[in-house]
Antibody, heavy 119, light 114 residues
Framework: EVQLVESGGGLIQPGGSLRLSCAAS????????MSWVRQAPGKGLEWVSV???????FYADSVKGRFTISRDNSQNTLYLQMNSLRAEDSGVYYC?????????????WGQGTLVTVSS | QSALTQPRSVSGSPGQSVTISCTGT?????????VSWYRQHPGKAPNLIIY???KRPAGVPDRFSGSKSGNTASLTISGLQAEDEADYFC??????????????FGTGTKVTVL
């Protein structure tokens, strides 16, 4: 059974940094197109970042220059390094998979990890 | 890049049909056949119910159907059931350009089963 398990969320002060992890089982993080999607409390979904199987990355304007998506193939884990955090970055962060570079949808999602940016 | 526009809420009685619209632009919904829909129950992760505008993943009942016309995509739920009460989000591919988001989500629609 495919599983994506996020971790690393928590309470952090504005301006601080946090690294989220997404451990995958039964699928290869390096062989898929993996994204981070976030959801502010009581709000809608917002796509944050994607990493292709060839390592190409894209970011939403709202996080460009502050967040970095990466992966560790040996650990089969996806990461999101978040720097210069702001209150508006608060929310649940999900990792999600698109099956290939020709598939533009998310068929597997993790359960999410909560990030709260507050002083 | 703004979020795709969805109605805030729709409602229907059990057995009825409801349709949720998702309006974007020619840079996203109108430009590609890559609209997907997700159902999200409270406190849970989103779940894929439609992809590539009209396709259903294995296990999703045929009560769910999708369509698109121009810059607007739609999700129809036929034979509404209690378990369909949830939030629904559309999502569109928006191209691999550095000045645009790769994906854009809709604002979300709360479906209430009366």
């Amino acid at each position: 059974e495919v599983q994506l398990v996020e971790s690393g969320g928590g309470l952090i002060q504005p301006g601080g940094s946090l690294r989220l992890s997404c451990a995958a089982s039964e699928i290869s993080v390096s062989g898929n197109y993996m994204s981070w999607v976030r959801q502010a409390p009581g709000k809608g979904l917002e796509w944050v970042s994607v990493i292709f199987s060839d390592g190409t990355t894209f970011y939403a304007d709202s996080v460009k220059g502050r967040f970095t998506i990466s992966r560790d193939n040996s650990q089969n884990t996806l990461y999101l390094q978040m720097n210069s955090l702001r209150a508006e970055d608060s929310g649940v962060y999900y990792c999600a998979r698109a099956p290939s570079g020709y598939d533009f949808y998310f068929d597997y999602w993790g359960q999410g990890t909560l990030v709260t940016v507050s002083s | 890049q703004s979020a795709l526009t969805q109605p805030r809420s729709v409602s229907g009685s059990p057995g009825q049909s409801v349709t949720i619209s998702c309006t974007g632009t020619s840079s996203d919904v109108g430009g590609y056949y890559y609209v997907s829909w997700y159902r999200q129950h409270p406190g849970k992760a989103p779940n894929l119910i439609i992809y590539d505008v009209t396709k259903r993943p294995a296990g999703v009942p045929d009560r769910f159907s999708g369509s698109k016309s121009g810059n607007t995509a739609s999700l129809t739920i036929s034979g509404l059931q209690a378990e369909d009460e949830a939030d629904y989000f559309c999502c569109s591919y928006a191209g691999s350009f550095t000045f645009l988001p790769y994906y854009v989500f809709g604002t979300g629609t709360k479906v209430t089963v009366l």
